[in-house]
């Protein structure tokens, strides 16, 4: 999912937008904001790859706010003054909706970020030799990651969260549960629901159907992959 904002101090052409987003199945609202000013204070707190932001607003204006964006993300711009489209496009704006806009035309320009989202985040995972790392390709930009900080992987749709030790925010990648399994160490990580991969060094407690982490991380164990954890835990259990 593409997690974007839309920012507009229109509460009509805002409530739009809102629901233009919903309708659009590869785009996640993240928040609604009716200022730049307040939209900056949600990009300090969460990861946004888009915006659908309207140029002519009090206080910072679309352009000057998208202009100081020290991270470049995926815009669009929605306004009702044509003669802004030309400055829109000199801030490498993905597309420019002139208002009144229909959902066909949002439609439109929302591929548009998609295309070049995919382009962005194009996958680029490889194992680093000898060195027991990967590089992850994320937020335009290759990041390296220790496989022993790994904690555990999570599934969502197309992308998988990757949980380390010691970050509070997980990684992001557009990649399938089966490219990171093949990738992981057997000895050391488990597939133990269809959602979750385990760093099997990192169990703190077994407890019914669940694999306690830490104090805040709960991990369900699926049907279907049950009798291999069962078979794993016995092979460690010690015995007189």
């Known amino acids: 999912m593409i997690r974007c904002l839309a920012i507009d101090d229109e509460p009509l052409a805002l409530k739009q937008l809102v629901s233009y987003i919903m309708q659009t199945p590869f785009l996640e609202l993240v928040a609604a904001c009716q200022s730049a ?31 100081s964006l020290s991270t470049p993300l995926l815009v669009v ?40 989202y995919e382009l962005m985040n194009a996958v680029s995972v ?15 930009k290759i990041v390296r990651v220790d496989i022993k900080q790994i904690m ?5 749709s197309e ?8 970050e509070p925010k997980p990684i992001i990648v557009l990649l399938s549960m089966e490219k990171i399994e093949e990738r992981l160490p057997m000895n050391s990580f488990m597939r133990v629901h269809r959602s979750y991969i385990i760093n099997l060094k990192m169990i703190k407690e077994v407890n ?11 991990i369900p164990i699926g049907d279907n992959y049950r ?5 794993y835990l016995n092979t460690k259990f010690l015995t007189k």
């Open 208 to 218: 019914k159907s669940r694999i306690i982490m830490n104090s805040d991380t709960y």
């Open 227 to 231: 009798d291999a954890f069962n078979n």
């Open 152 to 156: 555990y992987v999570e599934s969502m």
């Open 37 to 67: 000013v307040e939209a900056k204070e949600i990009l300090h707190n969460e990861q946004i790859d888009a915006l659908f932001v309207d140029i002519n607003m009090p206080d910072l204006n679309g352009l000057d706010f998208v202009k």
């Open 77 to 116: 711009f929605t306004t009702a003054y044509s003669e802004f489209a030309l400055e829109g496009y000199k801030v490498n704006a993905i597309d420019y909706l002139l208002k009144p806009f229909g959902l066909d035309d949002f439609i439109r320009a929302a591929q548009k970020v998609k295309k070049q």
């Open 126 to 140: 490889s194992v680093v030799d000898m060195d027991d790392a990967i590089f992850f390709k994320t937020e335009y």
């Open 159 to 166: 992308y998988l969260k990757i949980h380390l030790v010691d």
